[in-house]
């Protein structure tokens, strides 16, 4: 259900860094440890969207597996469930390499050429 | 028409980070340490609140910024107590009605008299997704799950069980009368946030409450720490 919350985000993050423009694709990373449903993003992305310069801009998300490691023997590991001590020694002193993402890594925007012809 | 491709590499709630920092340069600048309450509607976060706060805590000023999506009833529970309470309606935005994030907080600054007091108990909105996402400039995060609940929530609400660092398990009085498996809600605890603090408590009665004013007491005398 945070979904909404985030797809607001994501837009405000958008349409501050386009300036302006017309934004035609935006792409961001999701780590699975943030629980976020890919269609229910893309669904609010679109409402979200309505009246800004992301209105009808496509909402590309890569998804980052969690991968885990633990800091006392060094295993790393990629949970299937929200486990987060370590499966070989039991440790919870675990570090997170992956997972844990939620960025906007780029836009696409649409410009106008440029009239440097002459008339 | 060209299309052209712009890096933006921000985290998407980078907006909400920079004016979470802000309050908690405000918060350190007056002195005042920081905990954001939160859990499910219904656990028992302001009858814990009413427990912890009705004797006061020794040597502790404490002030409470109520959230919630309208009316306020929890603040007029609280205002009887003597602490300075703060309501904070939530019904005024697009997609923020279910949480608290750093802006609200920031609105309602004004309100409080940060002189007047060490800590500040944010009461977020009854919610186990949103508010995880949110941080509003707290120097630590606690949340109430209450036996009620069940033994699975923090293998289905990961996210809010590791951001906390203090677990108040409520309700305790009702276990001779729910299907709630102590020893497994642990275990499962013990999975998603490993070794995280909790405490067994009934804040309708007033058990172990006593450990929940003791890790304020401790958030209350940390060294302020770069947000």
């Known amino acids: ?119 | 028409m060209h299309r052209t491709k712009v890096k933006v590499a921000t985290d998407a709630l980078d907006a909400n980070t920079t004016i979470a920092a802000a309050n908690r340069h405000d918060f350190d600048h007056a002195g005042v340490k920081v905990v954001n309450l939160m859990s499910a509607p219904g656990a028992g976060k302001t009858t814990l609140l009413e427990r912890a706060l009705g004797d006061g805590i020794e040597g502790l000023r404490v002030g409470v910024l109520e959230g919630d999506v309208q009316g306020s009833m929890d603040a007029d529970r609280l205002s009887v107590l003597h602490v300075p309470v703060t309501q904070l309606n939530t019904d005024n935005g697009f997609g923020g009605e279910c949480h608290l994030d750093a802006n609200m907080v920031r609105s309602a600054l004004p309100e409080i008299d940060l002189d007047e007091i060490d800590m500040l108990l944010i009461e977020n909105v009854g919610n186990l997704v949103c508010p995880a996402e949110f941080r509003v400039g707290e120097d630590a995060r606690a949340m109430v799950s209450s036996v009620a609940e069940g033994e699975d929530k923090p293998l289905k609400y990961p996210l809010m069980f590791r951001t906390c660092e203090f677990v108040v398990v409520n309700k305790i009085d009702l276990l001779p009368y729910v299907d709630f498996d102590m020893d497994r809600f642990l275990a499962n605890l013990d999975q998603v946030n490993p070794g995280v603090e909790h405490a067994l408590v009934s804040a309708r009665t007033g058990e172990g409450v006593d450990q929940f004013q003791n890790w304020l007491a401790g958030v209350a005398a940390r060294e302020a720490a770069p947000a």
Request: charged share 25%; net charge negative; with cysteine.
């Open chain 1, 1 to 119: 259900m945070h979904e909404l919350s985030i797809a607001s985000a994501v837009v405000n993050t958008a349409v501050k860094h386009a300036a302006g423009r017309r934004v035609a694709v935006v792409t961001m990373t999701t780590g699975a440890l943030r629980q976020v449903v890919p269609a229910s993003l893309e669904f609010y992305f679109e409402i979200v969207a309505r009246d800004t310069v992301c209105e009808g801009a496509r909402l590309e998300q890569e998804l980052v597996p969690a991968r885990l490691r633990c800091e006392d023997c060094g295993q790393e590991w990629e949970p299937e469930v929200p486990a987060f001590r370590c499966p070989g020694c039991a440790s919870a002193r675990v570090e997170m390499l992956g997972g844990n993402e939620l960025e906007v890594e780029s836009i696409e925007i649409e410009e106008e050429e440029a009239c440097i012809a002459p008339r």
